[in-house]
């Protein structure tokens, strides 16, 4: 975060606490650095029970080398060779007493990324003991499966495994040597073809099944360790950084956007989850671990959490090295890169995508360092821009100073080699449409079950039951649509203040009922808001206010295609189907009964003098009743505050078509404790 940001407050924080840890390293004596005491390692090394001591110290190591690479600080550096000499020791004397095999034993745990960070200190060092410690940690047991390109990672835990894979991607970069780099491709590939969902992410309980049975993990709410999402990244980037291939770009993007961006808790700071469940009716909330909180909670998870919130700014730009200065922007995401080499300050101006714009805008500006005197000058730059494979040419466009340029096919980069000004302006527009994505099984049975996506959003439908079924077709446009713009203006909830608390209007079982008022993000939230529907389609409301004297119908927020009904004086109001000129009930907005200013009743326009009534009791049911005449509890009844919707459409919102009902889609980033799905049953 301070290597993105330069913030004064985060350096001091940072260099105290390399002090701190220097300070405790140094009482103790021995090169030893943890919270924990050494003899942890007494019990690992006698292949006797506890858990996971190598994975913090990687986490420390890594930290402390981040320390001295991205802010220079030297006593990082020594801090860390000094504790790799403690374990590089440790290590010996095991080999020694016993053999190298009782070592790699006691490497059956999870130990992290230890060859990862041990290599890149060896890049800085030199040093022989750091590349034969960083070797000792390479499990052979298992890089020997993908050596040989075994599909055979079942049952192993997968966030013990990845960062081994990224260790060996490492050596390939330092050594050199040709099997470790097969070996990341092949696991990548593994991973995508037979592990994955369609979030980029991957295992299910912390680990991997059999392969190309996804289906099978769907029935548990512990799918897509956030850990691993977080090390995924990791080897894609590096495959990305040997290959420039596209795919590896488009799978980073996919993974960030859908596997990250999920796990927090909307805007809270510091609440994430340690599982994503990706099932049939899931919610976030509802998991062994549920949210974690902001000071209590040390999860791994929490720790891969922060940073990968803390460096979404990592993989958006990449430069090739090389006599002529070359750059790959690689994301799409709002931001200003400092290009010393290519003598150029570039912003970037990404517009938020919208389901009602189907296309991702893109803005490019720039700020050469110096003055332009000739052509002799090495100020010719390239830049690489991404085409993702999501995207489509058809209406694809890329201008350069107002000029169309000819766009490759996606999965490609638009080249561009000039001399960069400041007049320069570069504009992209990449049409987004929604796919849908089988999912990672084989068997017959499951050949229906799909995920929805548009563009790099997954999308997730609404529901707090086991219906999936969808009533799909040939083209998406024809059973997905988008939620135009102008309905989050028509979003209203109605409360009521009775039995000393705040009460909504809710939806519930196909019914209308009053519940206590609800905390934002939850699916109470969702119950508690309806859409004005305007009677007359040439309507439109800009403010709750507009909706006033005007005869509209209620959808609840999460039933589109849905409608509030009457069936009379005093009988219950319902929620039905009212898609394909399907009967509903109009009611007209008029000042509340109860003659104060803020509310407002909901007046039957078939049945003049009806209005929608409480009986101001959570435990009866919403019903019509007549006014016969004045009567003080009548108008309080029938009288509600309006408000903002409780709830608001996301921008990237759609309606996909129910075999039963129709689905709200939400991109799963969104999504708070609401209930969900990710996988839908298409039936044509």
Request: net charge negative.
């Amino acid at each position: 975060m301070w290597a993105s940001t330069q913030n004064d407050n985060l350096k001091q924080k940072m260099t105290s606490l390399v002090a701190g840890l220097s300070a405790c390293q140094e009482k103790i004596g021995t090169g030893y650095l943890s919270a924990f005491p050494s003899e942890f390692f007494d019990r690992v090394e006698a292949i006797k029970g506890v858990w996971a001591p190598y994975y913090t110290i990687h986490k420390i190591l890594a930290g402390l080398l981040d320390q001295y690479t991205f802010a220079g600080n030297s006593h990082a550096l020594n801090v860390v060779t000094w504790m790799v000499d403690y374990f590089y020791n440790r290590v010996q004397n095991v080999i020694t007493k016993y053999t190298i095999n009782r070592h790699y034993q006691s490497l059956n745990q999870e130990t992290g990324g230890m060859n990862d960070v041990l290599y890149r200190l060896y890049s800085i060092t030199e040093d022989s003991k750091h590349m034969l410690l960083a070797q000792l940690f390479d499990k052979p047991c298992f890089l020997g499966l993908l050596a040989v390109q075994a599909n055979d990672i079942a049952d192993m835990h997968a966030n013990t495994h990845i960062p081994i894979v990224v260790g060996s991607q490492r050596r390939y970069e330092i050594t050199g040597d040709p099997l470790s780099k097969d070996i990341g491709t092949f696991f990548m590939e593994t991973i995508n073809s037979s592990h994955s969902y369609a979030t980029g992410g991957t295992s299910v309980g912390e680990f991997w099944r059999d392969p190309k049975r996804i289906a099978d993990t769907l029935k548990t709410t512990e799918n897509e360790e956030s850990c691993t999402t977080y090390n995924m990244l990791k080897v894609s980037r590096h495959l990305f950084r040997w290959t420039k291939e596209v795919s590896y770009a488009d799978y980073y993007e996919r993974a960030l956007i859908n596997g990250v961006l999920s796990i927090q808790r909307g805007t809270d700071p510091g609440v994430m989850i340690y599982m994503l469940p990706l099932g049939l009716g899931v919610s976030k909330a509802i998991t062994f671990h549920g949210w974690g909180t902001p000071f209590d909670t040390f999860w791994c998870c929490y720790g891969t959490g922060i940073e990968s919130f803390s460096k979404l700014g990592d993989s958006i730009y990449f430069e090739e090295e090389g006599k002529n200065p070359t750059l790959y922007v690689i994301q799409y995401i709002s931001s200003s890169f400092n290009w010393k080499s290519g003598k150029l300050l570039l912003n970037q101006t990404v517009v938020p995508a919208a389901s009602w714009d189907p296309y991702l805008r893109v803005t490019f500006t720039f700020s050469p360092f110096e003055k332009v005197l000739s052509d002799d000058e090495n100020t010719w730059s390239a830049l690489n821009f991404r085409l993702p494979t999501w995207t489509s040419l058809d209406g694809a466009k890329g201008i350069l100073n107002g000029e169309t340029l000819s766009l490759p096919a996606p999965g490609n980069y638009l080249s561009i080699t000039r001399q960069w000004s400041a007049s320069d302006n570069l504009t992209l527009q990449l049409p987004l449409t929604t796919r849908t994505e089988a999912i990672k099984d084989d068997r017959p049975e499951y050949a229906s079950i799909h995920a929805i996506l548009y563009g790099p959003y997954l999308l997730a439908g609404h529901t707090l039951g086991g219906d999936w079924d969808l009533k799909s077709g040939a083209n998406t446009s024809e059973w997905i649509t988008p939620i135009p713009e102008s309905y989050n203006s028509q979003l209203v909830s109605f409360s009521q203040f009775f039995e000393n608390s705040t009460f909504v209007l809710v939806n519930s079982n196909q019914s209308l009922g009053m519940q206590k008022f609800p905390e934002s993000g939850t699916d109470l939230a969702l119950q508690a808001t309806f859409r004005l529907v305007p009677k007359e389609s040439s309507s439109k409301f800009s403010t709750l206010a507009d909706a006033n004297d005007r005869s509209v119908m209620l959808e609840p927020f999460d039933l589109p295609g849905m409608n509030v009904i009457h069936q009379g004086a005093d009988k219950p109001l319902l929620i039905v189907d009212s898609s394909d000129g399907k009967p509903s009930s109009v009611f007209l907005v008029v000042p509340g009964l109860d003659g104060r200013n803020e509310t407002i009743s909901l007046e039957s326009q078939s049945d003049k003098g009806c209005y929608v009534y409480s009986g101001l009791s959570s435990s009866a049911g919403v019903k019509l009743s007549c006014k016969s005449d004045s009567d003080a509890t009548f108008n309080q009844a029938t009288s509600f505050i309006s408000q903002k919707g409780l709830s608001q459409y996301n921008a990237l919102s759609f309606v996909a078509k129910g075999l039963n009902r129709n689905f709200l889609l939400e991109p799963l980033f969104s999504f708070r404790d609401e209930h969900y799905t990710v996988y839908f049953n298409l039936k044509g």
